[in-house]
Structure formats: structure tokens, C-alpha cells
């Protein structure tokens, strides 16, 4: 089974990738947004090609009306923890 990482949350990186999230556009489909009462949520962080990147979804975008995911570059690799399996 593959680690498990994370983030440590109440640092600067987890400020940085959250305010990257919330300032990310998507285009509304009509007619329009939705409540779904669904919120973005912190996947956990990968290494993908040799880079870290901390994954998000909202599994219901009100302005879209689906899943939306936002891959953020990690630049400080220190902030990583590996979480116990």
C-alpha cells in the first residue's frame, strides 16, 4: 500500500495552496449556480514526475454542477508529512 501524505496544516504552505483554491475561477454553466452544499475538501498530497502536489475536489461545484479538482504545486517540501497507514 502506498504512503499516505499530507500537508501539516497552520503553516504559510497550507495558507498558500488554500488561497489558491478559493481564488480559482470556473466558467457557470447554465442556468446558473447551484447550493449543493458541498465545500472543497483537502485530498492529501502526491508526488507526481518527481513534484509534490496537494489535491482538491469539490465533489458538486455550484458554479459548474459537477466534481471539480484543483491540483496546487507544492514549492516547500518540508511542509510534507507522511501520515501512519
Not at 485530498?43 to 458554479?63: C, E, L, N, S
Not at 518540508?78 to 501512519?84: G, N, P, V
Request: hydrophobic letters at 30%.
Amino acid at each position: 500500500m502506498p504512503a499516505i501524505h499530507s500537508m501539516m496544516r497552520d503553516t504559510p504552505e497550507w495558507e498558500r495552496a488554500w488561497s489558491i483554491v478559493f481564488n480559482t475561477k470556473f466558467r457557470t454553466k447554465p442556468p446558473g449556480p447551484v447550493d449543493s452544499h458541498e465545500h472543497w475538501e483537502y485530498m492529501g498530497t502526491v508526488k507526481i514526475d518527481g513534484h509534490w502536489i496537494h489535491q482538491f475536489r469539490h465533489r458538486y461545484h455550484p458554479a459548474t454542477g459537477q466534481c471539480e479538482r484543483i491540483n496546487v504545486p507544492c514549492p516547500d517540501p518540508t511542509t510534507i508529512i507522511q501520515l501512519e497507514t
